[in-house]
């Protein structure tokens, strides 16, 4: 791969609150854990590592006093500004600058204090809409109005990591010359309860790799990266502090919660990492471990350590027992740390360690100064086996790549929605619904799933195994190269069951299996872990690009021709007080409007020729309005997804505008609104592309014949701030 | 400790989702994990918020529960021995 600098950084944690005091931390081997101070909850007696400052003190600090806020999107705020000036970009709104955030916490902070006001009353209705992922990254872009792209990525514990990813492989398809990378996550009584209910906290200090140790403390906080290509900083004047050489991303494919004992994904990250960056084994000077603390993963990551480096295991360390375990910024956070290790030369100690764990790595217990370090790898592993490793060099070994773009296929794909499920005939009797929320049309899911299997799944997670299973048996394509999901708000049923018995109960007797079902992560995993898929996965959750972006991901690794097989898919689901919340609001559910409705739909992408739906020309996606005629060419139509709402359509007709003598079509009338229904808008494109001719009911302004079109224009919004573009073509 | 025992059965079908699975088909002496229903560590971890919430049990090493959710027997063993409610 080509060289991508490192030209800023900026970092938030419990041991400083910018990278001078991190330094300071870690050269002093302090640690940041310490009793509770700032959450506020009934469970004093776990030790956390919070960020030293309430939200107040945050927001005199950035000099804000807008609300809403959420306490994640103010440290990412803190941590994107020093970023933003050490790489002399504050106010360069002439740059195209993009900004790749992972969070899974998003604004829960605030849902579980407002969470019974939402169900009942208007007190706190500006919170709902912060609830979301992509909320809180969005409220970060909004403070410095400089990013051309915005998306998050969720993950649960590697999120942050696998932003750095997407960033990479944005400038390595030269879409982008500098993007910004990281994750923020704040402390929530949701996930301190959470991982309680899965007994993997401990009591005391944690000890990663420890004989002793008892599981881990939850820790908070935000870092980001600057990526760069060399050019661009060359240009600018700006030097790279370090570079990324390389990176990897793998699925363990085995449990939900647990991590396999060989350490199967841990592995097979860090092995990617290696290949990509052209490196040996050997030539990484120190690695910067996952180490949580949990008896569990010390044991799996061990044996991943010692498969790859075999009796040559460099320094390894796990700064969480100063950092607490940062869950979704983890991945950035420990990447600032190895950023500072190498320009700094040292190793950070392993804080809290004393006895040596059986079959376990023997970390480094005391900071060593004066070591040179060339190459460092870090390593983030999250739920349901999202492992992801990275590489980060003083000089890079990466030698330019040619830049690639391999013709991208849409092979198959499937849907469960308002239309009749699973079927591909469903254009010849579509459904209508008159209401204002439709469940999806459900098949019978134990014609695919035994119930034991079943047992824990939502309907949003059967839904997505089946489409999915589908998709899969229909192309032959049982284990892709890349498994790519985005959803809007995650397993929201088992999210709302937990807020429920969290603000209703009180803080004891949780269910831990809403909580490990809420993460947004736990669709693609699931789906990895049914099919033993070990390849690429990952989540994206940023409002109504959510599919967009994992459609933008694959897009890319597959032009890069990193991967031959994509399974892309788009998954979310409606519950019945979610759906009164937004009706109560007036965001859904108004006479005129399309029904609120769930989405569930998975397609497979490949670079090999084949009978295809389509081609995928492009995919492009833009933080602000973009400027069609730049790249459209000539079309036969331009889907667009109108759906009743003033405001909605009325920035769809501005789009439109731009392309006067384009017929339109539209699609949400038969599939409804939600976070992820642009899915199955695309979806039903690719199929009528096939077929070479839209149905009339698909198209706009009372056209009574069918159109013919051999290239389509597909764009999708998200509340007028981030839009979608993709060009489709018939074969 | 028979009426305890199809109890048990009960509220582990019920905790656990088990759809399709009929007290008499859970055998006293199968162990409940890996091999015989084929349970995990997520059902133990949902066994010990039961044990709590429905006999007043409080099990704080994840780990002792190898033990007491064996099987069948093992668990109403244990439950007559120390419950409190």
Same mark, same amino acid.
């Given at each position: ?27 002093? #081997? ?21 960020? #030293? ?76 809409? =912060? ?38 492989? &944005? ?16 402390? =929530? ?104 603390? =949990? ?271 994509? /399974? ?90 731009? &392309? ?27 199929? /009528? ?43 | 400790?028979? !009426? ?30 890996? !091999? ?9 971890? !949902? ?39």
């Amino acid at each position: 791969m080509e060289p991508i600098m490192i030209t800023g950084a900026g970092i938030v944690s419990a041991i400083g609150n910018n990278r001078t005091e991190t330094l300071a931390a870690l050269l002093n #081997k302090q640690t940041g854990i310490a009793p509770l101070q700032y959450l506020k909850t009934a469970h004093r007696e776990f030790p956390v590592g919070e960020v #030293k400052m309430s939200d107040e003190e945050m927001k005199q600090r950035l000099g804000i006093t807008q609300e809403p806020t959420t306490r994640t999107s103010l440290m990412g705020m803190l941590a994107l500004q020093e970023a933003l000036e050490s790489a002399n970009l504050q106010g360069r709104k002439d740059l195209n600058v993009m900004l790749v955030s992972g969070t899974t916490v998003g604004g829960m902070d605030r849902s579980e204090q407002y969470y019974l006001d939402y169900l009942s009353n208007d007190d706190r209705n500006d919170y709902i809409k =912060t609830h979301d992922c992509g909320a809180t990254t969005e409220l970060m872009a909004e403070r410095f109005g400089l990013f051309t792209l915005a998306t998050s990525i969720s993950t649960a514990c590697s999120s942050a990591a696998n932003a750095i990813i997407l960033g990479a492989n &944005l400038i390595r398809s030269g879409r982008a010359e500098i993007v910004v990378v990281g994750g923020a996550e704040c402390i =929530t009584k949701f996930h301190l309860n959470g991982f309680n209910s899965l007994m993997i906290l401990d009591h005391e200090q944690c000890r990663p790799f420890d004989a002793t140790r008892a599981g881990l403390n939850l820790g908070e906080g935000a870092a980001y990266l600057v990526l760069e290509t060399a050019a661009s900083a060359q240009r600018r004047g700006v030097q790279a502090l370090a570079t990324l050489s390389g990176y990897g991303n793998a699925c363990d494919a085995f449990h939900q919660t647990a991590s396999s004992d060989d350490g199967e994904g841990a592995y097979l990250a860090m092995q990617k990492a290696l290949t990509l960056a052209g490196l040996q084994p050997s030539d990484i000077d120190y690695v910067n471990a996952h180490g949580t603390g =949990t008896p569990n993963n010390d044991v799996s990551e061990s044996q991943a350590l010692f498969r790859l480096f075999e009796d040559k295991v460099p320094p390894v360390s796990s700064t969480k027992g100063m950092t607490g375990h940062t869950t979704s910024a983890s991945g950035s956070v420990e990447a600032v740390i190895c950023l500072l290790a190498l320009q700094h030369g040292f190793i950070p100690a392993n804080y809290g360690w004393k006895e040596a764990m059986e079959n376990g790595v023997r970390p480094v217990a005391e900071v060593q100064k004066g070591v040179a370090l060339h190459h460092v790898m870090c390593n983030s592993f999250g739920f349901g086996g999202n492992d992801s490793s990275l590489i980060l060099s003083l000089v890079s070994s990466a030698k330019d790549e040619h830049r690639k773009s391999t013709p991208v296929y849409i092979q198959a794909a499937t849907h469960i929605s308002a239309q009749q499920p699973l079927s591909e005939d469903w254009m010849s009797e579509p459904v209508y619904h008159d209401v204002p929320y439709v469940r999806s049309a459900d098949p019978d899911f134990k014609a695919w799933l035994n119930p034991l299997e079943s047992r824990r799944m939502g309907k949003i997670m059967k839904r997505a195994l089946v489409t999915a299973m589908k998709v899969m048996q229909d192309t032959g394509v049982t284990q892709p190269d890349a498994i790519v999901t985005g959803t809007g708000l995650g397993c929201i049923e088992n999210t709302e069951l937990f807020l429920d018995q969290l603000c209703r109960e009180g803080e004891e007797m949780l269910k831990p299996t809403y909580f490990m079902q809420s993460t947004h992560n736990t669709i693609s995993s699931l789906i990895a872990i049914k099919g033993g898929c070990h390849g690429y996965n990952s989540t994206y959750s940023h409002k109504s690009i959510s599919f967009d972006s994992a459609l933008l991901d694959a897009y890319l690794q597959l032009q890069l021709e990193d991967i031959r097989t994509a /399974l892309v898919t788009g998954n979310d689901e409606m519950t019945p007080s979610y759906f009164s919340i937004l009706q109560r609001t007036g965001y859904v559910g108004a006479p005129g409007e399309v029904a609120a409705t769930e989405t569930s739909v998975a397609m497979m992408l490949t670079t090999e020729p084949c009978e295809a739906l389509c081609v995928v020309e492009d995919v492009r996606l833009s933080l602000g309005m973009p400027q069609l005629t730049d790249f459209v060419g000539n079309v036969d139509a331009v889907m667009l997804g109108y759906n009743g709402q003033q405001d909605n359509d009325r920035i769809y007709e501005t789009l439109a505008a731009q &392309l006067p003598d384009v017929p339109q079509l539209h699609y949400k009338h038969l599939f409804g609104e939600g976070y992820t229904t642009s899915g199955l808008g695309l979806y039903a494109a690719a199929q /009528l592309l096939k077929s070479g001719v839209a149905p009339a009911f698909m198209c706009c302004g009372g056209r009574t014949e069918p159109l013919p079109v051999n290239r389509l224009l597909f764009v999708n919004h998200s509340d007028g701030q981030d839009v979608c573009c993709a060009i489709l073509k018939r074969l | 400790m028979e !009426e305890l025992i199809i109890e048990l059965k009960k509220k582990i079908i019920e905790v656990l989702n088990l759809e399709d699975v009929l007290p008499e088909d859970i055998e006293n002496d199968a162990p409940l994990f890996g !091999e015989g229903l084929g349970l995990d560590s997520i059902d133990a971890l !949902e066994l010990i918020v039961m044990m709590e919430k429905v006999y007043g049990i409080k099990i704080k090493d994840p780990a002792a529960g190898k033990e007491i959710f064996k099987s069948i027997n093992t668990m109403a063993e244990f439950v007559s021995k120390n419950r409190t409610k």
